[in-house]
């Protein structure tokens, strides 16, 4: 006779062998690297802090973060996540800046 720990394990394996996994937000992201060769436009810098965000040496809010960035189109937009940045924050200016005209994002830090 079969023990009921063993037909659990079995149900078990089999479901999660069987099924499929999708993934809900896929976020395509470039990170800095070296040896690039320069852009003759400076990009621009945005820095992450946990409650605000800084564009070059302009403090702004997340919402106005998108039209300041247009004005300045095309240009590549380097982001430097800070000490204490929570990955769904950073994740939240990467989706509002990831469909944006002639922006290029890049992640520095870690």
Do not use: C, K, Y
Request: charged letters at 15%.
């Amino acid at each position: 006779m079969t023990s009921l720990i063993d037909v659990i394990f079995l149900l078990l394996l089999f479901f999660m062998l069987s099924s499929t996994f999708t993934r809900f937000g896929d976020l395509p992201l470039v990170t800095a690297s070296g040896g690039v060769a320069a852009s003759p436009d400076a990009p621009a810098f945005l820095r992450l802090l946990p409650d605000s965000l800084t564009l070059d040496t302009d403090a702004l809010d997340l919402p106005a973060l998108p039209a300041a960035l247009t004005a300045r189109a095309p240009v590549l937009v380097v982001v430097a996540p800070g000490e204490g940045v929570t990955a769904q924050r950073l994740v939240d200016v990467l989706n509002a800046l990831r469909d944006l005209p002639g922006i290029t994002l890049r992640v520095i830090g870690g």
